[in-house]
């Protein structure tokens, strides 16, 4: 079945370095991606999202581009921190009703100082 | 605290037993979701309802798992005859539903459960 993944199961980065999270999603339908961010223990924390009429979307410290032509997701997470350091999971909704995520694995990110 | 929130977060019982779980949406919003988390995965959808109807449920939703939002306010998902394997995080979240241009759920805290 068509599915949403990640390239890298872990990213380990140095403090004050960007972070770049990638993800691949396959349902071509798909036209909502959101970005959740989770910590141990946690429940997924909303990041940032984007509609597949845009390509680029900003937020504070995050930005989230889409490529359509390639299926292609990704997070850049600008200086980043240690409280950075958590499971990051993109997700996708796949076309019609805006309900039912779909999630990929997810990406741990490991900041150190 | 006016996010998701859901009780208990953490439920230990002996396979076979009842276990029931709550979740309490964000006030006005009218969507509520409930999805399983397993070790190292991302959550997997189980159902939703918007206000009292519930509108999906996921195959992973065996005969032995009911929920409900009577009211649709809060919901309750219940699991009979528990197994080691529904041993998981239970999430809950909850978002505006239709009428808003974007429909981002946003989750509770989730319910940790063991089977022993």
């Known amino acids: 079945g068509e599915s949403v993944g990640l390239h890298l199961p872990t990213l380990s980065v140095q403090e004050g370095d960007n972070s770049i999270i990638n993800c691949a999603y396959s349902n071509s339908a798909s036209d909502y991606f959101i970005w959740y961010k989770q910590e141990s223990g946690k429940g997924p924390q909303f990041i940032i999202d984007i509609r597949s009429n845009m390509d680029k979307r900003q937020g504070q410290r995050v930005t989230v581009l889409l490529n359509k032509t390639v299926k292609h997701l990704s997070l850049q997470i600008a200086a980043t921190q240690p409280g950075d350091s958590a499971v990051y999971f993109c997700?996708?909704?796949?076309?019609?009703?805006?309900?039912?995520?779909?999630f990929g694995k997810g990406t741990l990110l490991t900041v150190n100082p | 605290d006016t996010g998701v929130s859901q009780d208990p977060r953490h439920k230990i019982t002996k396979r076979g037993q009842n276990v029931t779980f709550r979740c309490d949406p964000i006030s006005e919003h009218n969507r509520l979701y409930w999805y399983r988390q397993t070790l190292g995965q991302g959550p997997e959808f189980l159902t939703y309802f918007q206000n009292e109807a519930q509108l999906e449920k996921s195959r992973l939703l065996s005969d032995r798992f009911s929920a409900e939002r009577p009211k649709g306010s809060f919901s309750t998902l219940e699991i009979q005859r528990t197994e080691q394997g529904d041993s998981a995080m239970y999430l809950c979240a909850s978002s505006f539903g239709p009428r808003h241009s974007t429909d981002t759920q946003y989750f509770g805290p989730g319910t940790r459960l063991t089977v022993l």
């Open positions: 997700a996708e909704n796949s076309g019609g009703s805006n309900y039912k995520l779909t």
